[in-house]
């Protein structure tokens, strides 16, 4: 299992969002750059970074960024505020390894399918922030506020046959609040489409959570808010998950 540790940009500093929320920002610092030495240092070979300005703002604005941290020798996975294929071309180009595919993944199926047959399943990852609904997860937008009227399962079946190979799932509900993964969500993701690498994000807590996370298949966990806490190091990490 690979461990993808986190950093959220916002304005050019390293910030967290308790559960989306623009208005609820808890700030780590102004050297998104040091902050990806430090994990690279610690064994890390991947980072996960959101623009969370361009989310925000529904245009990228920190491709010399991405540039600067992919510049640094660590692999990198980054979105937030990609609207168009030349936002992910700027990606690519900037030296990022994948480039992340949030809202659009769920409100235009069409077009992210032509960028998964044009730039290929490994550049690409589709992030799903999902709500537990009737106990089914269905992928939300807008910063949250606004659920897909089809569950996720039904809206990964229109991918079947894209070459989506990476996905990163998000249950809202669990978020930055360090109470632990939704597990049952991740298992039944693995369970119904092996043919995709899950990486679980939002509520890793402790290294038992990685344990479980690896025990049941997940091929990734995005972690940002327990390594900022001191919940665990990175090195506690990697050697969990090896």
Known sequence: MILYPAIDVLDGRVVRLKQGDFNAV?????DPVRVAEGYLAAGASWLHMVDLSGARDGARRQHDLVKAVSDVGIK????GGVRSEA???AILEAGASRAVIGSLAVTDVQTVIGWLARFGGDQLALAFDVRIMDGAPYPTTHGWAEADDRPLGELLSDYRRAGLRHALVTDVGRDGL?????LDLYRDLVVA???VAWQASGGVASLNDLRALKSLGASGAIIGKALFEGRFTVGDALAEVA
Do not use: F, I, S
């Open 26 to 30: 808890t700030d780590y610092g102004d």
């Open 76 to 79: 990198v996975q980054t979105g």
């Open 87 to 89: 936002d992910v071309e």
């Open 178 to 182: 360090l109470e632990g993964p939704n």
């Open 193 to 195: 489409r092996p043919d």
